[in-house]
């Protein structure tokens, strides 16, 4: 490669210095034949309906247990076009990148999502890539949006949940939160935690068309179970009861959140979702989700009531009941 | 609106804050079915073939003479989708907002895409909305990705020039790029400046459907006319010779041009195609040209030929030829 140590301007200039950039770094890495046709736009031959989902990412540090800020941007989007039962098979990728950065840290990150999207089944067809001044940007962020074609007649929706619906976990809360968090914070724990990050696509789907109706399927992320169950109680307009001591948590971030004064119920996810789906469709769906790596700890928190519309009630395990509110304000900047 | 000056951290939580904001703001601007569902992904009832493309925006300054980032980001997408002869349709918006922004910024930008978007007729049907610490990017970056539906059977491609084939262009050169740099340096000129930023798409359907064969169209945007008709001509393995004389620049980029040592076939346009079609239907390429606003004074500059394979040729007014290549390096970092 005929890159120098770090990424110059002149990489972001539209020019030759862009072109070699492209060739050699992003059509190396992502290769394939719609990516590499190199147009202003990317042409699909991809008949909806379809789940379209951007995101960008920003987290610091670039690189954490567990992840690193080009894995996440795969498996952050892919993840949101999977919510609503849909394949994701097209991502484009957006790169705002530091003048300076270290060549080899963009490569790795390059590397890195190549290989999180051959995993996801999803192709990179389009992108751009951007070099600012140094200190326009922190290093790196990413924007991906992702494109998928959705496999069911009644896909799951934030407003589809009913009365008597169980609400499933598809594991542990709060690893990914807790490790950006220590990370940022130089904090050791004795039991190491790590990030959750992964793509869950491949379960997703294999639940919707196992167990047919799943009203509800969303992840965690920004603000954690907390947060997004409050969002999802608002959309259906119904109350949700969640056991606090069924709420998975490892040994590891119940630890270090002890340790810190955090509850781990409002801390980010990025490899988890919430599965809602009618009584008699839960242990189809549990077996579903714990026959793939990634739901091994599936399980049942709660469930969808009638009572206190909107809002999201915690039984605690001494026997009381307390209001589960949606996060206010900002826990931890640059998570994702 | 219930909102502080700035814009804080708590915006970007995805708690309480987050969801003030998108609802009070974004919502209240983008107002269309799909993007008020809220759900994880959009869900699009669209059939392709489609055309994908995304792009980061992170000019500067925020608002510039003809426009402003948040219609450059809608105009800048919209465009990239058209050149391959389809219809935008659908935009993904995701910002990374600098904590600290006066709130007043953020709404102007905001009210700007969603008339951008409006005009264009495309519809902002996603978003996602980061918030990051002080310093950790400058002011506001945002990412469009564009959906659109391919309205041809053999749609313009880089690779479809053919020998013979004449190269139009929609309009003056170097508008947008020698804008920004003025901005940015505070220089006047005796006749003002103005970005040519604007949705070309409605004209270049226009021109597929009515023109029929149109062989490439695109936009000669970073690193100018020049820079992009090198990219064409590799990708069609052709040569393309352009007369100097017949490139249209407007009296005020001229004299601002040669007042800086600056060559305006380099400079970014953001309201111009390269539009390349048989001989045969140059007239009825032109009239359907001229009859839009965007291209009054669409002229042929140049013609394809089969020597000099990958080279663009300039023929000077004084008879002679030289090679007009590639911008190499960076000619001014974000200028979109």
Known sequence: MSFPDTVLLDYGSGGKASQRLISELF?????????????DAAMLDLSGPLAVSTDSFTVDPLFFPGGDIGSLAIHGTV?????????????????IVEEGLPFSTLEAVVRSMAE???????????????????????????????LGLVQTA?????????????????????????????????????????SDSAALNHMLLDLVESVGEVHVLRDPTRGGLA?????????????????????????AVRSGCSFLGLDPLYLANEGKAICIVPEERLDAALACLRSHDEGRQACRVGTVTEDHPGKVVLQTPIGGKRLLDMLEGEQLPRIC
């Not at 059509?27 to 990516?35: E, G, I, R, S, V």
């Not at 951007?130 to 940007?137: L, M, N, S, Y």
């Open 27 to 39: 059509l190396k890495h992502f290769d394939n034949a719609t990516l590499n046709r190199l147009d």
């Open 79 to 95: 993840n949101d076009v999977a919510m609503l039962g849909a394949r994701p098979m097209y991502l484009s990728c957006a790169m």
């Open 154 to 194: 009644s896909p799951p929706q934030g407003d589809r949940a009913r009365p008597g619906d169980a609400i499933l976990l598809t594991g542990t809360m709060g690893d990914h939160g807790l490790t950006i968090l220590s990370q940022r914070q130089g904090l050791e724990f004795e039991t190491p935690v790590q």
């Open 227 to 251: 947060t997004t169950l409050n969002e999802i109680a608002l959309q259906s307009n119904l109350g949700f009861v969640i056991e606090e001591k069924a709420v998975p948590v490892s040994d």
């Open 116 to 146: 999180a999207s051959r995993h996801a089944g999803a192709q990179i067809v389009t992108g751009d890539t951007k070099v600012v001044p140094k200190g326009a940007v922190d290093k790196l962020f990413i924007n991906t949006t992702g």
